[in-house]
């Protein structure tokens, strides 16, 4: 196992392909995407069957052994949710390589 960084970004769904390309430009070499995530939050309930998608949310996993990229991730994913709310998580993690 590797010791890395275990970021989970939370964010709205129509937001998605947005961060997506947003990471794909940071260099980012992969992540899991989680659609319908559902929630409360600071800015109230968000829930995964809305058939419009507007109340949903959906969910990046990203693990990261460069300390450097970390900081960049978070630093350019800050603004995002300031703007539309969303939560950005670090934590340590043990990398499985295969």
């Not at 989970?8 to 989680?34: D, F, K, W």
């Not at 995964?48 to 507007?54: C, L, R, V, W, Y």
């Not at 960049?72 to 939560?87: D, F, H, N, Q």
Request: proline fraction near 6%; charged fraction near 20%.
């Amino acid at each position: 196992m590797k010791p890395c960084k275990r970021l989970e970004i939370v964010i709205e769904q129509p937001l998605a392909s947005r961060l997506a390309n947003l990471l794909v430009e940071l260099g980012v070499p992969g992540y899991t995407l989680i659609s319908n995530a559902a929630g409360r939050g600071d800015r109230g309930v968000r829930r995964a069957d809305e058939p419009t998608g507007t109340s949903t949310n959906c969910m990046f996993v990203i693990a990261c052994d460069d300390p450097d990229l970390v900081q960049t991730i978070v630093e350019a994913v800050r603004p995002v949710l300031s703007r539309s709310g969303g939560i950005c998580l670090v934590s340590d993690a043990q990398w499985v390589r295969h």
